[in-house]
């Protein structure tokens, strides 16, 4: 039920300071779309953080890995890869000046690309550490009110070592999470092996994703699903890891993978010793969440073969055991899934699936088909996540959680003249479930539109309209009635980089919510300002501040 509270005037405060070695460079991340999850931003802008110490290197880049750059959509990745063919690029520039990108997306891209195999920016020794507190003007004081985190990140030319500690917020133990992996490459790329902490991202992520944040946002397009790899775990995300070893082995047109993970996490627990919930949040603040800490073991098999006949096409099949101790009733068994993906690229276009069947047979499917025609690219994706679907790390689009869903999203994005460019969304979503058994909300739509322009030298500026509606049953209500809730948003918003070393960035934006029993619209507000300096040694100091004032906790 929605708690309704009176006008408040709340200032939230965020610094964040990191030192790196000469060389590296942490944290400009303005151009993270604003998600509706924290934790999905945060996740993206460390997934950013880990591509800038780790470029792709576009002579030898193939569209899988060009892929893993948010800002180049599948069919821009698609398209640079048949121009990189054959071709030995000097200048990225050229890029730009051949048409093949824009001027904008080329300097988004700029951190996370090289020409070089071994680039100077790649720094061998990477440390890093982060500080960060809020202060909120309608809360009490509470202990412990700092984030911190730190890192170490070693690398040679066959191999890599990363190690992380982090502190939450009204967590006591300064080592509450931590995290450690060693990578190592056979000659020519051929074979891997990590141990350790690392991550499986495959397909989609419906059974492994990963630490590879999904979302939707007007100009982001999504990912194709790809053939299975593992990564050093470099998250925050304390659920994502997994903890043992992995082998991946490429034979000719053949890829295999192999990996094994025992850890343990937090679970609860009834009075007659059997699992009932993991916790994926990560968070030992309370003496009851202490109390759940590592209380449950949880054991992991996976094996992925890749066959490749062509560049453009590819087909896989995996499969998964998942084990815990003490172990769920039977209704909530994890057991054992088989997974099929595969994705064709050509003339202009793609396409990508998985399907993955896992406990008791429910089945997830994500499908993504997209294609480029001069200054106009589009892509549609589909998704069902049937009710109580259970994988070791999923990693989906679902809007509520807890699977039983289904939806579709269109997304579009057109190169205007004058430097602007025009992005849209529109997404809907539905339970799977007949909603008198939903405890969720039952369906919605988003519309989102964005225009983005750049036409003054070093000045960007957007605009930005976004409607979204829901419904969900009444509270308590015995004929499972529902009510429509919507909420509209404006926002606009620059960034300036008046010199080298600079930058400066605002945003407004101002929001509308009203659901059926209300007699008018409540409303919200949000300014926001930032500014950045960067010293040519890599030394990077970011300071940013944002006013809120809302009415109700939905505006």
């Known amino acids: 039920?929605?708690?309704?509270?009176?006008?408040?005037?709340?200032?939230?405060?965020?610094?964040?300071?990191?030192?790196?070695?000469?060389?590296?460079?942490?944290?400009?991340?303005?151009?993270?779309?604003?998600?509706?999850?924290?934790?999905?931003?945060?996740?993206?802008?460390?997934?950013?953080?880990?591509?800038?110490?780790?470029?792709?290197?576009?002579?030898r880049a193939t569209p899988e890995e060009l892929a893993l750059i948010p800002w180049l959509s599948p069919a821009q990745a698609l398209l640079l890869a048949q121009v990189l063919k054959g071709k030995y690029?000097?200048?990225?520039?050229?890029?730009?000046?051949?048409?093949?990108?824009?001027?904008?997306?080329?300097?988004?891209?700029?951190?996370?690309?090289?020409?070089e195999a071994e680039p100077c920016r790649r720094p061998r020794t990477v440390i890093s550490w982060l500080g960060q507190r809020e202060w909120a003007s309608n809360t009490i004081d509470i202990d412990s009110p700092w984030r911190f985190r730190q890192r170490l990140d070693y690398r040679r030319s066959r191999g890599r070592l990363f190690l992380q500690t982090e502190k939450d917020r009204q967590e006591l133990d300064w080592l509450d999470f931590y995290s450690g992996g060693v990578e190592y490459s056979g000659p020519g790329n051929g074979f891997r092996l990590l141990l350790g902490d690392y991550g499986i991202i495959s397909g989609f992520g419906l059974a492994f994703g990963g630490n590879s944040p999904r979302y939707l946002y007007p100009g982001y397009f999504p990912r194709q699903a790809s053939p299975s790899k593992a990564v050093l775990h470099t998250s925050s995300s304390e659920w994502s890891a997994l903890r043992g070893g992995a082998v991946m082995k490429t034979l000719g047109r053949w890829e295999l993978i192999a990996a094994l993970s025992k850890r343990r996490i937090d679970g609860l627990i009834d009075s007659a010793g059997r699992l009932l919930k993991i916790y994926t949040d990560g968070y030992h603040r309370s003496s009851r969440e202490l109390a759940r800490k590592h209380n449950t073991e949880e054991r992991i098999g996976f094996l992925s073969l890749c066959w490749k006949p062509r560049p453009q096409v590819w087909i896989q099949s995996s499969g998964f055991r998942a084990d815990?101790?003490?172990?769920?009733?039977?209704?909530?068994?994890?057991?054992?899934?088989?997974?099929?993906?595969?994705?064709?690229?050509?003339?202009?276009?793609?396409?990508?699936?998985?399907?993955?069947?896992a406990a008791e047979r429910k089945a997830a499917v994500n499908c993504l088909l997209g294609t480029r025609m001069d200054a106009v690219e589009g892509a549609i994706l589909l998704y069902r996540y049937p009710s109580n679907y259970r994988a070791p790390r999923f990693n989906g689009y679902e809007n509520y959680g807890g699977r039983d869903e289904e939806g579709a999203a269109i997304m579009q994005r057109t190169v205007m003249p004058a430097r602007t460019v025009l992005s849209s969304l529109f997404f809907w979503h539905r339970p799977v479930s007949p909603s008198t058994v939903m405890d969720k909300g039952p369906g919605g739509f988003l519309l989102d539109l964005r225009l983005d322009n750049d036409i003054i030298k070093k000045l960007g500026v957007y605009l930005r309209w976004r409607l979204k509606e829901a419904e969900r049953p009444r509270y308590q209500d015995p004929y499972f009635r529902l009510d429509r809730i919507r909420t509209y948003l404006g926002r606009a918003g620059l960034d300036w980089r008046p010199m080298p070393v600079l930058d400066i960035s605002a945003d407004g934006a101002a929001s509308w919510y009203r659901d059926n029993g209300s007699a008018g619209f409540k409303r919200g507000e949000m300014l926001a300002a930032g500014v950045g300096w960067r010293h040519r040694g890599g030394y990077h100091l970011r300071a940013q501040t944002s006013l809120y004032r809302t009415e109700d906790y939905e505006a």
């Open 324 to 357: 815990y101790l003490p172990g769920f009733p039977d209704s909530l068994k994890y057991g054992s899934g088989l997974g099929l993906s595969g994705g064709l690229t050509g003339g202009g276009g793609y396409i990508s699936f998985e399907a993955v069947s």
């Open 89 to 115: 690029l000097r200048d990225p520039y050229s890029l730009v000046v051949d048409g093949y990108l824009d001027e904008a997306t080329f300097f988004k891209i700029l951190p996370y690309i090289a020409v």
């Open 1 to 59: 039920m929605r708690k309704e509270i009176s006008p408040i005037r709340s200032i939230i405060l965020l610094i964040s300071m990191c030192l790196l070695l000469p060389g590296a460079i942490w944290g400009e991340n303005q151009d993270i779309p604003e998600m509706e999850s924290r934790k999905d931003t945060e996740e993206l802008a460390e997934y950013l953080d880990n591509l800038k110490q780790n470029p792709v290197v576009l002579n």
